[in-house]
């Protein structure tokens, strides 16, 4: 019995090396959609990466064309921040085939894994901001008025970062009551101690984005 002890072993070694080399894996793979479809996919994504924070979450946007990119790609990278802060590692792809509009989901050790010769990283997670950068545009709906809590925790990674607050269409009498509500909305309830600047612009706004607000984050230049 005891001439066996090694060769169980031996079996036992091999197993456990071959658990800890993960393959990368595809969560969840989806063809063009709306934004609440989306979010949901999202979450469900953010879900995998937490429960296995050793890997990095490879999103790859199939699709020609300059829309993809800004849509779902930096609609992802926008959503994984408001929803989780920058505390997953997340690169993001957009791959320019002609191939049908479609976004795939994948956890792996490493994106070479995964992204093709035609992918190009379009945003990462964690990432440094070094010019004037566009985190995106909140309204009453859905899909954005969570926008602020990832634009406060990009905020509070760096205290050279501004934050550059935009709102459009608010009548002169409601500024003030809108600069006091975003002081303290970041100051009291996320405790930003970053620079913030508030302004106010007026256009011709569409239906869906009347009360529309930009997030902007300016670092500052070092001396």
């Given at each position: 019995?005891?001439?066996l ?7 036992f070694?091999v197993s456990?090396?071959?658990q ?8 969840d793979?989806?063809?063009?959609t709306?934004c ?5 996919r999202?979450?469900?994504?953010i879900?995998?990466l937490?429960s296995q ?5 490879i999103?790859?946007v199939?699709?020609f064309?300059?829309?993809p990119t800004?849509y ?7 959503t994984?921040?408001g929803?989780s ?6 690169k ?6 002609q191939e ?8 792996a ?12 990283l ?11 950068f ?8 859905p899909?954005?008025?969570y926008?602020s809590?990832g ?10 970062y501004?934050?550059q607050?935009?709102?459009f ?10 600069i006091s509500?975003w002081l303290?909305h970041?100051?009291?309830?996320h405790?930003?101690t970053?620079?913030?600047?508030i302004?106010f612009k007026n256009e011709k706004p569409?239906?869906?984005d ?6 902007w984050i ?6």
């Amino acid at each position: 019995m005891k001439k066996l002890i090694p060769i169980i072993v031996f079996f036992f070694s091999v197993s456990v090396f071959a658990q800890n080399v993960r393959e990368a894996v595809l969560i969840d793979e989806i063809g063009k959609t709306g934004c609440e479809d989306l979010l949901a996919r999202t979450d469900n994504f953010i879900n995998h990466l937490q429960s296995q924070p050793e890997l990095t979450g490879i999103v790859i946007v199939f699709g020609f064309g300059d829309s993809p990119t800004q849509y779902p790609a930096n609609f992802i990278h926008r959503t994984i921040i408001g929803r989780s802060g920058i505390k997953l590692k997340v690169k993001i792809f957009r791959d320019e085939s002609q191939e049908p509009w479609r976004v795939q989901f994948w956890t792996a050790l490493d994106e070479s894994e995964v992204a093709g010769p035609t992918s190009q990283l379009v945003s990462s997670i964690p990432f440094e901001i070094t010019e004037r950068f566009y985190f995106g545009a909140a309204s009453g709906d859905p899909c954005t008025n969570y926008f602020s809590n990832g634009f406060a925790d990009v905020l509070k990674s760096n205290p050279q970062y501004t934050a550059q607050i935009v709102n459009f269409n608010i009548p002169k009498k409601e500024r003030q009551s809108t600069i006091s509500y975003w002081l303290e909305h970041f100051r009291k309830e996320h405790a930003v101690t970053n620079q913030i600047r508030i302004y106010f612009k007026n256009e011709k706004p569409k239906k869906y984005d009347l009360d529309k607000t930009e997030f902007w984050i300016l670092p500052r230049k070092q001396k």
